[in-house]
């Protein structure tokens, strides 16, 4: 079982080395903003480390929204995002499922199909895509499973990976008691856990992780999530080196004990 962090983009391989980690996420530009990602000095350092690296897509890419001057900026950014993180020999590029501000969730997940259409007039997309599910939004096309579910009945044939994350399924809704069996009859597969806490209740829709044993989730249930879904593991959690440290220590005592 590899485990790992989200980490500063500056030097992925120097953070993973502070955390013991065996696997890398960062980000490739501003996670707030619409920049493309640049080439990296480190790119042949990341391609040849013994480290898994994934890369998350910026917060501000939303391909399903019917906001012509967001959906279009981020099917293209997406496009750009996937080259940059092949450069880097990342496994997976993380992008949240979005959502619709108004109208039918149908329109939403359609732009969804639409985009990967759009990649593949560019022979498709460099790094395979990791859609993540997400913790707020009432027409959030991957919050609820039921929406999940027609997410996929419209992605799924395009070869799309899942990202599984505790805080979010936790505060939007979705109980983590048998989650991976509920997930992998939708998806058929599991990538990715980001294994986090919630520093808020269940069904909050609120997105704010917190270190392992220290919010509002049982311990136990992200260690068992991530046995039964036997995939890579990141931790999103504060406190830094220090504090993620601590909680990649934790999971590896807990799975190896």
């Known amino acids: 079982m590899r485990i790992g962090a989200h980490v500063d983009p500056a030097d992925p391989l120097a953070e993973a080395t ?11 530009a501003d996670p707030q903003g619409w920049k493309d990602p640049q080439a990296r000095a480190d790119a042949d350092a990341l ?5 898994d690296v994934f890369v998350h897509a910026p917060y501000v890419i939303n391909v399903a929204t019917t906001n012509n001057r967001i959906r279009i900026p981020s099917r293209k950014l997406l496009v750009k995002h996937a080259d940059a993180a092949r450069t880097v020999g990342a ?9 619709v501000d108004k109208g039918d969730l149908a329109t939403g997940i359609d732009n969804w199909r639409k985009t990967f259409a759009y990649a593949e007039e560019s022979g498709g997309f460099a790094t395979q895509i990791l859609i993540e599910n997400t913790a707020g939004g009432e027409n959030a096309c991957a919050r609820r499973f039921d929406a999940l579910a027609r997410l996929w009945d419209v992605v799924g044939e395009f070869g799309v990976g ?10 939007g809704g979705e109980d983590l008691v048998d989650i991976v069996d509920r997930v992998k009859a939708i998806t058929g597969r599991i990538d990715l856990i980001h294994a986090n806490d919630s520093k808020d209740g269940f069904d909050s829709g609120r997105d704010r992780h917190d270190n392992l044993g220290s919010g509002n989730i049982d311990p136990d249930l992200v260690v ?12 999103e959690t504060p406190g830094g080196a220090t504090g993620q440290s601590a909680d990649i220590a934790y999971l590896r005592k807990r799975l190896n004990g």
Do not use: K, N, S, Y
């Not at 899942?162 to 979010?168: Q, S």
């Not at 046995?227 to 990141?234: G, L, T």
């Open 18 to 28: 502070a955390r013991h980690a065996e696997v890398v996420q960062f980000f490739l």
């Open 47 to 51: 391609r040849g480390a013994d480290v």
């Open 91 to 99: 496994r997976g590029l993380i992008v949240h499922g979005g959502h």
């Open 162 to 171: 899942f990202c599984l994350d505790t805080c979010h399924a936790h505060a």
């Open 224 to 235: 068992a999530v991530i046995r039964a879904a036997d995939a890579p593991v990141v931790v």
